[in-house]
């Protein structure tokens, strides 16, 4: 069974800083995908970045970006010029079929 | 367009009671996932539609649990006799297409079974 790790329960950033947060898991399958989502105490769960296993090149949205480290199973995401919007618990996810399979989260706090 | 919706987004059930929460899916949008997510954890996955079909119900922790999607669209999720234990955020997600797509999450139901 596929299974995702975050080590990180809890993390604070100043604001305008850089925070990584850190994700492992473990898979035998050749394709898949890796997703990291966020979710504000809302409740909505939102996408944030995707990175398809194959490509090489991490993936980038504005000031989110991506070290995928394939033979490690490493999918780290670094936030870059941290905003107090990006308070919220950061899920790393990946696909199981069809279906995905999430770690137990990072709970980001940016402090002003 | 609009995004995935859920109803109702509050839920109390005294212990016993069925209860059944509904998902509006992106119009569209082939594959419909319910997932369950206990207070501070990550969602666990349910059950997968791919349009009418229920492809995937291994999640479903017991038979008191019942999902379905008649049409393609609209789904709900049914508990059957809730039990404290039962109390978590049901999330409904979809997605256009049926392998490894992203996943368009609603707001969730609340569900608290006293």
């Known amino acids: 069974a596929q299974t995702v790790t975050q080590s990180q329960p809890e993390m604070s950033v100043q604001e305008a800083e850089t925070v990584t947060l850190s994700c492992t898991y473990d898979?035998?399958?050749?394709?898949?995908?890796l997703f990291w989502y966020k979710q504000p105490p809302s409740r909505q769960m939102i996408l944030v970045i995707r990175?398809?296993?194959?490509?090489?090149q991490n993936a980038t949205e504005n000031r989110f970006s991506v070290n995928f480290q394939k033979a490690a199973k490493s999918f780290s995401l670094k936030i870059s010029d941290s905003q107090l919007g990006d308070t919220a618990m950061y899920f790393c996810?990946?696909?199981?079929?069809?279906?995905?399979?999430f770690g137990e989260g990072t709970q980001l706090t940016v402090n002003p | 367009g609009a995004g995935v919706s859920q109803s109702p987004r509050y839920k109390v059930a005294k212990r016993g009671q069925d209860v059944a929460l509904r998902c509006d899916p992106i119009?569209?949008?082939?594959?419909l996932f319910w997932y369950q997510q206990a207070l501070g954890q990550g969602p666990e996955f349910l059950t997968y539609?791919?349009?009418?079909?229920?492809?995937?119900k291994s999640g479903l922790p017991s038979d008191r649990f019942f999902a379905e999607r008649p049409e393609g669209s609209v789904s709900t999720l049914k508990i059957q006799r809730t039990q404290q234990e039962d109390s978590a955020v049901y999330l409904c997600?979809?997605?256009?297409?049926?392998?490894?797509?992203?996943?368009?999450f609603g707001p969730g139901t609340r569900l608290l079974v006293l």
């Open positions: 997600a979809s997605s256009l297409g049926t392998f490894q797509e992203t996943q368009y």
């Open positions: 898979t035998s399958e050749n394709n898949y995908y």
């Open positions: 990175q398809e296993a194959y490509k090489q």
């Open positions: 996810a990946q696909t199981s079929g069809s279906r995905l399979t």
């Open positions: 119009s569209g949008h082939v594959s």
């Open positions: 539609f791919q349009n009418e079909a229920q492809l995937d």
